[in-house]
Each structure stands twice: as C-alpha cells, then as structure tokens.
Nanobody, 113 residues
Framework: QLRLVESGGGMVQPGGSLTLSCAAS????????MNWVRQAPGKAPEWVSI????????YYVDSVKGRFTISRDNSKNMMYLQMNNLKPEDTALYYC??????RGQGTQVTVSS
C-alpha cells in the first residue's frame, strides 16, 4: 500500500529556512517522478516542484526558483524540499505527491513575523 508521510514543517520568520521531508513506502520509489505541491488556506493547490525518478532534472514554479531546492535519496525512499528565504506567501500546507495523484497528509509551513 502506497504511503507518503511529510515532516519538517513549522513556523518561521520571513527570510528563514526549513527543510521538508517526504518518506515513501509501499511502492518502488525509484520508479516514480515525485512532486511537492502546496495549498494555502482558501486557495487551490499549487504545484511547487518536480524531480525525476533518477534525481535529474528538476523543475520549479517561478515563485520559488532560486529559493527552493528539491532532492531525493532513492536508497532511503526519501524526498526533500530545502526552502530558503521564506516569504509570507509561502505559507501553506505542503505535501508530496506522485503524478497519478497519490499524496500524503501534508506538513504545515507558516511564515510570519
């Protein structure tokens, strides 16, 4: 049974950093391209980043380019999102997802002074 569990969220001040983790189980992680998606209160989900199954290439939504870095460790069935220079508009529930729509419960990121 496919399972995705996110962690690492929290509350930070503008300009701060967080690293999100996604632990995958129940499927062959290394066969899947993986995404980070976020959803702010009252808004539709927004795709943030994708990383191909072998780690390259990766792509980002324009609003996070240069600030966020996606990575994965297939030996550990883990994916990460390093987030630097966080802004209030990055506040959202962040979740990892496969391209076929499977997703975790998410981890909350709040950027506020």
């Amino acid at each position: 049974q496919l399972r995705l569990v996110e962690s690492g969220g929290g509350m930070v001040q503008p300009g701060g950093s967080l690293t999100l983790s996604c632990a995958a189980s129940g499927f062959t992680f290394s066969n899947y391209d993986m995404n980070w998606v976020r959803q702010a209160p009252g808004k539709a989900p927004e795709w943030v980043s994708i990383i191909k199954r072998d780690g390259t290439p990766s792509y980002y939504v324009d609003s996070v380019k240069g600030r966020f870095t996606i990575s994965r460790d297939n030996s550990k069935n883990m994916m990460y999102l390093q987030m630097n220079n966080l802004k209030p508009e990055d506040t959202a529930l962040y979740y990892c997802a496969t391209l076929d729509g499977s997703r975790g419960q998410g981890t909350q990121v709040t950027v506020s002074s």
